[in-house]
């Protein structure tokens, strides 16, 4: 039986605050180089790199960007899927003080090009199979110096023209005019309840705290150091993948398998192949805080819990409503503080998110046990979570209202064992217009050729990225529930969808 403990942690380490993300990284990259271990490996092709390789590529591109006019302060984008240069490109714009802001490669052309406008990268990385989409969303932004491409295609500056540029200095790699505590390492973009993506500002100070953190010997993933092999499953572009697998495993010297993209057979032959280190652990964190709850190593006795603040990290529950603190399985909303947690909002007030005690308010319903673990519950923002990627509610409800069929729409997160939360409408159909279910979800997931009556011409509405796709299914209904303010009730459609499922799964 455990006491009642709202401030357990992981434990305390000691975090350095006068030090860049490049300084924590380039002397264990040295080291790990000097013992000959093996950093990255191209899952299609078997291709080996080593620390030694890695560490000179990282340099090479820091200095070639210094060479092109690259500045500290200076924002380069990263549009790509999983490739054994993306760290390369991330950590050689980061060593010279550069900010690296990441976009998923399924984003819209038109997603891409409000990221750029809005965080004011001139500098980009892509690959073959975005140059397309990537190009057009940078037509009309002025200031564009460069934009290279992994895969060294005719169309952009190859990227290896700065992983072979050898005439680096050694004072070109000089960081020392960084500022951990206000100079921006990372700066991605998490969608807000409004729709709009918001640039979150992740300090040096923030990322290397998230490194030590994750790196502390409680922490499953880390029990030996230097000696694993890692799948990333995960996306580079999205926080909890960036922080993993391009930094936290290469400062512990381990090696990462790489493949563009999920494919279960790969993915299979890869564990055959390389014996895995697997970790099956329930975790939480937002891009805007790091990793902020995770499980020690030996606990088997969590039952779903998401585990204990990370070190030198403060969580407790409130009363959404009064703000007073909550005691053990009552339920309320998660505030964390601590060392990771973002400075702020790009271009916008981050003061509805932390408060003056620098408490931010994640918008999770949670609870701690009396051992002090926490337990996700649900949120209490609308954002849907479909395999880790944001979906925004109104965005499509948005989508939906453009047909000529919808006269309103209301659209939820299904729970799903796989993917976490499927993305579900409830569509009001308009008077006297008629269009079937599979219709609507056509519409929405593939696009659909409409006639334009200003242009007099046919034109293809855009589909919506993958991710956004609407795998819940379409339901017709009369009215969709709204509060006297106006606000979908989307907990009353959640509950009726789920309602009706359960009825279905009897029959």
Request: proline share 5%.
């Amino acid at each position: 039986m455990c006491s009642v403990n709202t401030r357990r942690t992981l434990g305390p380490v000691h975090i350095p605050d006068d030090v860049s993300v490049w300084d924590v990284l380039q002397t264990k990259l040295q080291a790990h180089g000097e013992r000959n271990r093996i950093a990255l490996i191209d899952g299609p092709t078997g291709r080996r790199y080593s620390y030694r390789e890695l560490l000179a590529s990282i340099r090479n591109v820091g200095s070639a960007l210094l060479r092109r006019g690259f500045r500290k302060g200076d924002i380069l984008c990263i549009v790509s899927g999983n490739c054994c240069q993306f760290p390369v490109a991330l950590q050689g714009a980061i060593s010279i003080g550069g900010t690296v802001t990441t976009c998923n490669p399924q984003s819209t052309m038109d997603d891409i090009r409000i990221q750029l406008e809005d965080c004011g990268a001139r500098w980009i990385v892509t690959s073959a199979d975005n140059i397309g989409k990537v190009s057009n969303a940078i037509r009309g932004i002025n200031g564009i110096k460069e934009m290279f491409c992994f895969d060294d295609s005719g169309d952009c500056t190859p990227f290896s023209e700065l992983t072979s540029d050898v005439s680096r200095t050694t004072k070109s790699h000089g960081n020392g005019a960084v500022d951990p505590k206000t100079d921006i390492a990372l700066l991605l973009y998490s969608s807000g309840t409004t729709g709009k993506p918001k640039g979150i500002l992740r300090t040096h100070y923030a990322i290397v705290s998230d490194i030590y953190q994750l790196s502390h010997p409680s922490v499953a993933y880390s029990r030996s150091p230097g000696s694993e092999v890692y799948l990333a499953i995960l996306p580079f572009f999205h926080a909890y993948g960036c922080m993993l697998f391009q930094l936290c495993c290469l400062l512990n010297g381990d090696t990462v398998v790489v493949y563009p993209r999920y494919n279960a057979a790969s993915f299979v032959k890869s564990i055959q192949t390389y014996k895995h280190h697997l970790v099956l652990a329930a975790v939480f964190g937002m891009t805007e805080t790091g990793t902020i709850l995770m499980p020690e190593w030996d606990d088997d006795s969590s039952n779903g819990s998401v585990g204990i603040p990370a070190s030198n990290t403060e969580c407790k529950i409130v009363d959404p409503q009064t703000g007073m603190e909550l005691g053990p399985y009552q339920d309320g909303e998660l505030l964390v503080r601590g060392p990771s947690v973002m400075i702020g909002y790009l271009n916008r007030s981050s003061a509805a998110d932390i408060d003056s005690d620098h408490w931010l308010h994640t918008g999770d319903m949670a609870h701690y046990d009396d051992c002090g673990r926490f337990y996700i519950v649900d949120r209490y923002k609308q954002l849907l979570k479909y395999n880790g990627y944001q979906v925004v509610p109104s965005y499509l409800e948005n989508v939906l209202l453009t047909h000529p069929a919808v006269a309103d729409a209301g659209v939820i997160g299904l729970p799903d064992l796989r993917a976490g939360e499927l993305p579900a409408a409830f569509v009001v159909p308009k008077a006297g217009v008629t269009a079937s279910e599979a219709e609507i979800r056509t519409f929405v997931d593939s696009g659909c050729q409409m006639f334009d009556m200003a242009s007099d011409l046919y034109v293809v509405i855009k589909k919506v990225a993958p991710y956004n796709r609407l795998r819940g299914g379409v339901t017709f209904i009369e009215k969709v529930p709204r509060s006297p303010s106006g606000k979908i009730l989307r907990r009353q459609l959640r509950d009726e969808a789920l309602k009706k499922r359960n009825t279905i799964s009897k029959l």
